[in-house]
T-cell receptor, first 110, second 119 residues
């Protein structure tokens, strides 16, 4: 069981917007920055969002993140077939002194 | 460019140990930490621990405490992860990733090292 809770899968049509949720607690999301990672099929994970809502250079602004209380969300607008991937949220857990991940969400672009 | 290059694939028998290396280049090695994340076939990401390269401090996930050791060699900008007493469910791809201290995001990832445990 993952410390952070994500939906196992989401889907939407090309051009649409999708939201992926990540739920935690006061010792992790509530107390620390959230990051998001994209893992394309067969590829290495890639940092998508850091410090809740910042994007590394090269990440399009179609990807955005937010945090409220003990939950975080990743929004992907203008969906493309190339966005089909697994998405993971992650943060530090102050009680565990460990990085914790969500179980991952598989995005299907119909 | 900033990169992390990992050692090659491993095949081990149950009860053995595996030691994976991760060589950093293209940035100031001691300004960041190195984290280890593994991914079993068809499964999600699992954080194993990290080493703060600037002072050698380590944090290990509770699941791996007593079985994992992370070390570093600042003369070669290399970090090592050793996992002992291997079991079949340790079969996974092991990634190292550059970790920003205090913010705990991982912005550069190695290519991964496949470690298979089989009798």
């Amino acid at each position: 069981q993952s410390v952070l809770t994500q939906p196992p899968s989401v889907s939407a049509a090309p051009g649409q917007k999708v939201t992926i949720s990540c739920s935690g607690s006061s010792s992790n999301i509530g107390d620390n920055y959230v990051s998001w990672y994209q893992q394309l099929p067969g590829a290495v994970p890639k940092l998508l969002i850091y410090e809740n809502n910042d994007r590394p250079s090269g990440i399009p602004d179609r990807f955005s993140g937010s945090k409220s209380g003990t939950s975080a969300t990743l929004d992907i607008a203008g969906l493309q077939t190339g966005d089909e991937a697994d998405y993971y949220c992650g943060t530090w857990d102050s009680s565990l002194s460990a990085v914790v991940f969500g179980g991952g969400t598989k995005l299907t672009v119909l | 460019q900033v990169q992390l290059v990992q050692s090659g694939p491993e095949v081990k028998k149950p009860g053995a140990s595996v030691k994976v290396s991760c060589k950093a280049s293209g940035y100031s090695f001691t300004r960041y930490g190195i984290s280890w994340v593994r991914q079993a076939p068809g499964q999600g990401l699992e954080w194993m621990g990290w080493i703060a390269v600037y002072n050698g401090h380590t944090d290990y996930a509770q699941k791996f405490q007593g079985r994992v050791t992370m070390t570093m060699d600042t003369s070669t900008d290399t970090v090592y992860m050793e996992l002992r007493d291997l079991r079949s469910d340790d079969t996974a791809v092991y990634y190292c990733a550059r970790l920003r201290p205090y913010y705990y995001h991982m912005d550069v990832w190695g290519e991964g090292t496949m470690a298979a445990v089989s009798s």
